[in-house]
């Protein structure tokens, strides 16, 4: 990036006005770059300091893939007291510490490193955090000896019950912002990340978005109506922006204003199939997020998918506006409380950040201001995919 590219984008991010989707700009003393540099020049800096951990480099004892293919197991399947030996058994909403996760780890690990290196080399310049983006994205998805197979065959598996299941997929919703920061990184140059390298990366995506979009277990998770059909379709969606398969927009547009809203979010803004699950607090505010990200990333068209109504009536406006007061006053929440991690929520939900900007709601920015950008526990980390906001600007 050349000094004039550089300003350029500088002044684009001081005063935000090219957000996906915005119908005003932010209150003036919301400097986005500015409430986040301290942070991210922190968590870059760490960044830099550890080097890529493909999966081959951690062996998978139950896995029937190969060193290559990602692997993990389900959560909330434990061994059956009355039969240790035998297939596991189900408890919904409790995570069993035994599970297999080394991978999803790894790959969480990812999706920490790499969008605040890029996000720290947009705010400064600096090509050292670039060119170590590019080293964990070479080791993940070009180095023949290391690279993760374009495919999740045996994502949460059961043991004794089955070698995967397309409610895995879930689990690569943590290569969206990966796949976001590579997206950026390609006006780097050419001596931080090489052209051969750009495509390598690029072509990866495209295998793994074919795969979402053929394979048998892919076509159950897209099939799933509650946050795991919006995981699957958020992936999809950058991943073909990575990829270049810019048709694929329509494609996400229609399912997100057809199936998406109409079978998630009711008249009154809120969420059935999340609110019966025994985590009601934590699967709302994770599906919500989830699904401003989708719109924030297609009204980038000149649409504003916030304010899209169904023929019913029911909005991603009213579906934030519904959460808003719960997430300011987690004590008013009128069902049940979580079964675990309750007390750890809400963090900085970004679905706050994008519909403050999208629907001009000043508030809606200031919440998002005062929560914890940077949760510590593993179980709220995985639920809170999208971190870096920096990245998420034209």
């Not at 919904?92 to 969008?115: M, Q």
């Not at 001596?191 to 390598?200: M, N, W």
């Not at 996400?252 to 057809?258: H, K």
């Not at 009711?266 to 599906?287: C, H, I, M, V, W």
Request: net charge neutral.
């Amino acid at each position: 990036m050349d000094r004039r590219q550089f300003c350029l984008s500088a002044a684009a991010l001081a005063v935000p006005p090219a957000m996906y989707g915005a119908t005003s700009l932010p209150p003036p003393d919301f400097d986005l770059r500015q409430i986040e540099r301290a942070r991210v020049l922190r968590l870059a800096d760490r960044a830099l300091e550890q080097a890529p951990l493909p999966l081959t480099s951690l062996r998978a004892p139950r896995s029937p893939g190969s060193p290559h293919d990602y692997y993990s197991e389900g959560d909330y399947w434990w061994p059956n007291p009355n039969d240790p030996t035998g297939p596991y058994i189900q408890r919904d909403g409790y995570s069993n510490p035994e599970k297999f996760v080394a991978h999803r780890d790894a790959l969480i690990r990812l999706s920490l490193l790499v969008p605040a290196l890029t996000a720290a080399w947009r705010l400064t310049g600096e090509p050292r955090y670039a060119s170590h983006a590019v080293q964990h994205l070479a080791a993940w998805f070009v180095t023949a000896e290391s690279r993760m197979n374009p495919r999740l065959d045996y994502a949460q598996a059961i043991v004794g019950r089955n070698r995967g299941r397309g409610i895995g997929i879930i689990d690569t919703l943590h290569l969206v912002e990966v796949a976001r920061a590579a997206e950026l990184l390609r006006s780097a140059g050419a001596k931080i990340y090489p052209v051969d390298t750009q495509a390598a990366v690029a072509d990866w995506f495209g295998q793994y978005l074919h795969w979402l979009n053929t394979s048998e277990n892919a076509k159950a998770e897209k099939a799933e109506k509650n946050n795991h059909g919006s995981c699957w379709l958020l992936q999809c969606l950058q991943f073909a922006q990575l990829s270049g398969a810019r048709e694929w927009r329509n494609t996400a547009r229609e399912r997100f204003t057809q199936v998406l809203l109409p079978q998630q979010i009711d008249r009154a803004g809120r969420q059935p199939l999340e609110l019966a699950r025994t985590k009601p607090y934590s699967y709302s505010l994770f599906n919500i997020d989830v699904l401003s990200t989708i719109a924030h990333i297609l009204s980038q068209d000149g649409e504003n998918l916030f304010l899209y109504q169904t023929a019913d009536g029911c909005s991603l406006k009213q579906a934030v506006a519904y959460m808003y007061p719960y997430i300011a006053d987690k004590a008013a929440w009128p069902y049940p409380a979580d079964v675990e991690y309750f007390d750890q929520l809400p963090v900085r939900q970004v679905h706050l950040l994008f519909a403050g900007q999208a629907l001009s709601q000043p508030q809606y920015l200031a919440l998002w201001r005062k929560l914890d950008p940077d949760p510590q526990t593993g179980e709220i980390i995985r639920n809170f995919p999208i971190r870096q906001p920096l990245l998420w600007f034209a």
